[in-house]
Protein backbone atom coordinates (compact mmCIF):
# COMPACT_ATOMS: atom_id res chain seq x y z
CA UNK A 1 0.00 0.00 0.00
CA UNK A 2 0.86 3.24 -0.89
CA UNK A 3 1.56 5.76 2.25
CA UNK A 4 4.26 8.05 1.38
CA UNK A 5 6.49 9.53 -1.37
CA UNK A 6 8.84 6.61 -0.90
CA UNK A 7 6.24 4.17 -1.21
CA UNK A 8 5.32 5.74 -4.12
CA UNK A 9 8.98 5.56 -5.62
CA UNK A 10 9.36 1.87 -4.95
CA UNK A 11 6.23 1.03 -6.64
CA UNK A 12 6.62 3.56 -9.46
CA UNK A 13 10.50 2.33 -9.87
CA UNK A 14 9.19 -1.81 -9.65
CA UNK A 15 6.66 -1.46 -12.29
CA UNK A 16 8.56 0.61 -15.01
CA UNK A 17 11.75 -2.01 -14.45
CA UNK A 18 9.61 -4.31 -16.21
CA UNK A 19 9.19 -2.53 -19.53
CA UNK A 20 11.45 -2.85 -22.12
CA UNK A 21 12.46 1.05 -22.28
CA UNK A 22 10.37 4.50 -21.23
CA UNK A 23 7.66 5.69 -23.66
CA UNK A 24 8.80 8.69 -25.75
CA UNK A 25 7.03 11.38 -28.10
CA UNK A 26 7.80 8.95 -30.77
CA UNK A 27 5.60 6.51 -29.06
CA UNK A 28 2.53 9.25 -28.43
CA UNK A 29 2.67 10.73 -31.86
CA UNK A 30 2.28 6.86 -33.40
CA UNK A 31 -0.21 5.78 -30.45
CA UNK A 32 1.81 3.09 -29.33
CA UNK A 33 0.16 1.13 -26.83
CA UNK A 34 3.26 0.95 -24.51
CA UNK A 35 2.68 4.86 -24.05
CA UNK A 36 -0.54 4.55 -22.83
CA UNK A 37 -0.15 1.28 -20.49
CA UNK A 38 2.88 3.03 -18.58
CA UNK A 39 0.93 6.10 -17.92
CA UNK A 40 -2.45 3.98 -17.28
CA UNK A 41 -0.62 2.53 -14.55
CA UNK A 42 1.51 5.57 -13.49
CA UNK A 43 -2.08 7.44 -13.05
CA UNK A 44 -3.08 3.96 -11.15
CA UNK A 45 -0.09 4.70 -8.79
CA UNK A 46 -0.72 8.42 -8.30
CA UNK A 47 -4.08 7.92 -7.45
CA UNK A 48 -3.39 5.28 -4.95
CA UNK A 49 -1.32 7.63 -3.41
CA UNK A 50 -3.52 10.48 -2.83
CA UNK A 51 -6.30 8.10 -1.97
CA UNK A 52 -4.15 6.80 1.09
CA UNK A 53 -2.40 10.20 2.32
CA UNK A 54 -5.30 12.98 1.05
CA UNK A 55 -2.49 15.22 0.27
CA UNK A 56 -4.48 17.38 -2.00
CA UNK A 57 -8.11 16.64 -3.54
CA UNK A 58 -7.01 18.33 -6.87
CA UNK A 59 -3.89 16.68 -7.99
CA UNK A 60 -6.09 13.49 -6.82
CA UNK A 61 -8.67 14.40 -9.35
CA UNK A 62 -6.07 15.42 -11.94
CA UNK A 63 -5.06 11.66 -11.80
CA UNK A 64 -7.97 10.03 -11.53
CA UNK A 65 -9.34 11.68 -14.16
CA UNK A 66 -6.34 11.04 -16.47
CA UNK A 67 -6.58 6.87 -14.97
CA UNK A 68 -10.78 6.67 -15.67
CA UNK A 69 -9.60 7.76 -19.29
CA UNK A 70 -7.38 5.94 -20.35
CA UNK A 71 -8.90 2.74 -18.91
CA UNK A 72 -11.51 3.52 -21.03
CA UNK A 73 -9.58 4.09 -23.80
CA UNK A 74 -7.56 0.41 -22.84
CA UNK A 75 -10.41 -1.24 -21.29
CA UNK A 76 -8.65 -1.89 -18.00
CA UNK A 77 -10.31 -1.87 -14.84
CA UNK A 78 -8.19 -2.14 -12.42
CA UNK A 79 -8.88 -0.91 -8.94
CA UNK A 80 -7.20 0.91 -6.56
CA UNK A 81 -4.99 -0.96 -3.76
CA UNK A 82 -5.17 -3.89 -5.40
CA UNK A 83 -1.63 -4.68 -7.06
CA UNK A 84 1.57 -4.85 -5.89
CA UNK A 85 4.88 -3.40 -7.01
CA UNK A 86 6.30 -4.24 -10.03
CA UNK A 87 3.05 -5.27 -12.30
CA UNK A 88 3.54 -5.73 -16.19
CA UNK A 89 0.26 -5.67 -18.46
CA UNK A 90 1.03 -6.83 -21.81
CA UNK A 91 -0.78 -5.18 -24.82
CA UNK A 92 -3.91 -3.46 -24.67
CA UNK A 93 -6.09 -6.07 -26.85
CA UNK A 94 -8.87 -6.77 -24.31
CA UNK A 95 -10.71 -6.46 -21.07
CA UNK A 96 -8.24 -6.57 -18.26
CA UNK A 97 -10.52 -6.70 -14.70
CA UNK A 98 -9.49 -6.61 -11.07
CA UNK A 99 -11.84 -6.68 -8.68
CA UNK A 100 -12.01 -4.66 -5.90
CA UNK A 101 -11.54 -7.23 -3.45
CA UNK A 102 -8.67 -8.54 -4.59
CA UNK A 103 -4.55 -8.49 -3.21
CA UNK A 104 -2.11 -8.93 -5.89
CA UNK A 105 1.54 -9.46 -4.95
CA UNK A 106 4.78 -8.51 -6.68
CA UNK A 107 5.75 -8.83 -10.39
CA UNK A 108 2.43 -10.32 -11.56
CA UNK A 109 2.48 -10.39 -15.48
CA UNK A 110 -1.85 -9.95 -16.86
CA UNK A 111 -2.27 -10.37 -20.39
CA UNK A 112 -5.14 -9.61 -22.21
CA UNK A 113 -8.43 -10.92 -21.35
CA UNK A 114 -7.55 -11.83 -17.78
CA UNK A 115 -10.54 -11.08 -15.43
CA UNK A 116 -10.53 -11.87 -11.42
CA UNK A 117 -14.00 -11.07 -10.81
CA UNK A 118 -16.87 -12.89 -8.78
CA UNK A 119 -18.62 -16.22 -9.67
CA UNK A 120 -22.32 -14.72 -9.27
CA UNK A 121 -24.24 -11.73 -9.93
CA UNK A 122 -24.37 -10.36 -7.16
CA UNK A 123 -20.85 -9.11 -5.31
CA UNK A 124 -20.48 -12.01 -2.36
CA UNK A 125 -18.00 -10.09 -0.78
CA UNK A 126 -15.09 -12.95 -1.66
CA UNK A 127 -11.66 -11.82 -1.38
CA UNK A 128 -8.84 -13.19 -4.19
CA UNK A 129 -4.94 -13.55 -2.76
CA UNK A 130 -2.61 -13.94 -5.57
CA UNK A 131 1.08 -14.82 -4.55
CA UNK A 132 4.32 -12.89 -6.14
CA UNK A 133 5.53 -13.74 -9.52
CA UNK A 134 1.96 -15.01 -11.14
CA UNK A 135 2.03 -14.76 -14.76
CA UNK A 136 -1.71 -14.77 -15.91
CA UNK A 137 -2.05 -16.04 -20.15
CA UNK A 138 -4.13 -14.90 -22.22
CA UNK A 139 -7.90 -14.67 -21.48
CA UNK A 140 -7.19 -16.26 -17.88
CA UNK A 141 -10.05 -16.15 -15.45
CA UNK A 142 -10.05 -16.01 -11.76
CA UNK A 143 -13.88 -16.70 -9.92
CA UNK A 144 -14.69 -16.59 -6.18
CA UNK A 145 -12.73 -17.01 -2.82
CA UNK A 146 -9.64 -18.35 -4.39
CA UNK A 147 -5.97 -18.15 -3.15
CA UNK A 148 -3.11 -18.22 -5.48
CA UNK A 149 0.72 -18.89 -4.03
CA UNK A 150 3.58 -17.80 -5.55
CA UNK A 151 5.39 -18.57 -8.61
CA UNK A 152 2.65 -19.59 -10.57
CA UNK A 153 1.46 -19.45 -14.13
CA UNK A 154 -1.82 -19.86 -14.98
CA UNK A 155 -2.53 -21.14 -18.98
CA UNK A 156 -4.46 -19.14 -21.31
CA UNK A 157 -8.15 -19.44 -21.48
CA UNK A 158 -8.34 -21.75 -17.94
CA UNK A 159 -10.60 -21.16 -14.98
CA UNK A 160 -9.61 -21.18 -11.82
CA UNK A 161 -12.40 -21.41 -9.09
CA UNK A 162 -10.12 -23.48 -6.88
CA UNK A 163 -7.20 -22.57 -4.24
CA UNK A 164 -3.03 -23.32 -6.66
CA UNK A 165 -0.59 -24.23 -4.89
CA UNK A 166 2.98 -22.12 -4.83
CA UNK A 167 5.15 -23.32 -7.84
CA UNK A 168 3.16 -24.83 -10.19
CA UNK A 169 1.66 -24.31 -13.85
CA UNK A 170 -2.12 -24.97 -14.00
CA UNK A 171 -4.33 -24.93 -16.96
CA UNK A 172 -7.56 -26.32 -18.44
CA UNK A 173 -11.34 -25.54 -17.47
CA UNK A 174 -11.30 -25.82 -14.37
CA UNK A 175 -7.95 -24.95 -13.52
CA UNK A 176 -6.05 -28.33 -12.63
CA UNK A 177 -2.06 -28.08 -12.09
CA UNK A 178 -0.33 -29.66 -15.12
CA UNK A 179 3.39 -29.37 -13.82
CA UNK A 180 5.17 -28.59 -10.60
CA UNK A 181 8.48 -25.95 -10.99
Known amino acids: MINSKQDLDFYLKSDFSRFDRK ?7 LSNEI ?6 QRHLRYVE ?3 NTNKSKLLF ?11 FKLRFTIY ?5 PGLRIYHAGDFIHVKKLCKIGR ?5 PGVVI ?4 LEDDGSQVFIGDNVYFGLGARVFGK ?14 VVKDIASNCVVSGIPAKVIKMK
Open 107 to 111: NCTLL
Open 61 to 71: LYHFFKYKRLG
Open 80 to 84: PNTVG
Open 23 to 29: PNLKDYI
Open 117 to 120: GNKN
Open 35 to 40: WYIYHY
Open 146 to 159: VKIGDDVVVGANSV
Open 49 to 51: YYM
